[in-house]
């Protein structure tokens, strides 16, 4: 049947081939659409569909001092956020040190790891992600497991560049899988 087919109709047929093939091999695919909550004066809930089953991600905004509720396990707020100067530390050049104070609350009927170490991230108006840092007199780490109904308080010190003013601090539900409760506050010093 090729045999007598010249060589521009021979590529033209398999070109036209891998064309037909290659649309049906994308017609079955399709984006996770993404969002990006924005800050207002009240909480907002986000939910961010994605391709799959898999279960939506649950995104809140909380302002300073609200109490939000991430999940069935935890009651939380950021109850202040600020730059400070240790006495017994000196941050390395071209840095300085923020702290944010959280109040926690675990509304579950069981016993919680809160490690804080991954669940609560700072980020500057870059998306560039902070380090937790220890200062000893400012640094107070919540404890490792929370008991049901219990509250902690913490103060979580991070080390950000001296001109960085607007962050997004974060804090992930790690007790749920997949990660999906999610809340965030938008903070500047």
Not at 98 to 112: D, F, G, L, T
Request: hydrophobic share 40%; aromatic share 8%; proline share 6%.
């Amino acid at each position: 049947m090729f045999k007598h087919m010249s060589v521009p109709r021979y590529a033209a047929i398999v070109l036209t081939l891998g064309l037909a093939l290659g649309l049906m091999a994308g017609c079955g695919e399709s984006a996770a659409t993404t969002g990006t909550p924005s800050a207002t004066s009240a909480p907002s809930a986000t939910t961010q569909p994605s391709a799959t089953s898999q279960p939506t991600q649950t995104v809140q905004t909380a302002q300073i001092g609200q109490t939000v509720t991430v999940g069935s396990t935890w009651q939380m707020a950021v109850v202040n956020f600020r730059a400070f100067t240790p006495t017994n530390r000196t941050p390395p050049a071209g840095t300085k040190y923020v702290a944010m104070e959280v109040n926690v609350r675990n509304v579950s009927s069981q016993a919680q790891n809160l490690a804080n170490t991954g669940q609560f991230t700072l980020r500057g108006a870059n998306g560039e992600a902070y380090s937790q840092v220890y200062v000893g007199g400012m640094s107070q780490d919540l404890a490792e497991m929370c008991a049901p109904n219990e509250q902690q308080h913490a103060v979580i010190a991070f080390q950000v560049p001296t001109t960085a003013s607007q962050f997004t601090a974060a804090f992930t539900n790690t007790t749920t899988q997949p990660h999906t409760d999610y809340v965030q506050w938008n903070l500047h010093v």
